[in-house]
């Protein structure tokens, strides 16, 4: 037991250079498409990139999360440690991209910029402050949960805890993609959602788009769902 719980410095060390790393080099890559598409600063309403560079963009996601999981596969052998991971790997990774724009950059201007997060599975937009705040939620998690481990290796997160973590991820979640969902759904384009880029209607609308306001009720919701889970996770004693 002490002889694990010795090697966790070491280990979270190694896992936040990674994931600072990954974070400069997401920022890196933004950068060079800030460069060709943004040369006067990124802002809404989106400029017109070809299909595929948008194709693209999303595996470049979709692999990032892919290495973020994969180092914290292979840093465990069960369950809880192996997502108390993958929260500080994604919590660490998110906070220096931004770091990192910030210091090439000048950007964001402040926590409440505007930002694209994500392409999957439509975009999601909302103010920096609300990814960094998530952010800072998952590093506490994750050290939340390795003081229990470290009580007790055996300790498992409980279905408690783990439902109310994944309610409030997912109103976090609908908060980031309201405004482009809103989009879809109100232009009657849901049917047409696998072949929305060949929609010259949708895309109009997509490149003229400029978000009005973030859906803070939706998010502050279910950050106190997540935090009631932290609090649960808090009162369980290993055994």
Sequence with gaps: MNHLNSKLPALY??????????GFLEAAVVIYMRELYYPEGFAFPLKQMPY???GIEMVRELCTLLMLGTV?????RTFT???????????????????ALWLFLGWP????TWDILFLIPVAWTGPVLAPVLCSLIMIFIAFLTEWKLSMNKTFRLGAKELSLFFAGALLIFTSFIYNFSYLIIKGNYLNEFLSLSENSDFLNEIYSFVPGRF????????????ILGILNLAKKHPK
Excluded: H, K, N, P
């Design 13 to 22: 060390s190694t896992l936040f250079v990674f994931a600072v790393s990954t």
């Design 52 to 54: 595929q560079l948008i």
């Design 72 to 76: 914290a596969w292979l840093t465990g």
């Design 81 to 99: 440690r192996r997502l108390a991971a993958f929260l500080f790997l994604f919590g660490i990774w998110d906070i220096f991209y931004y770091v």
């Design 109 to 112: 201007e402040s926590l409440l």
């Design 215 to 226: 859906q803070w009720e939706i998010f502050f919701t279910g950050l106190f769902i997540i």
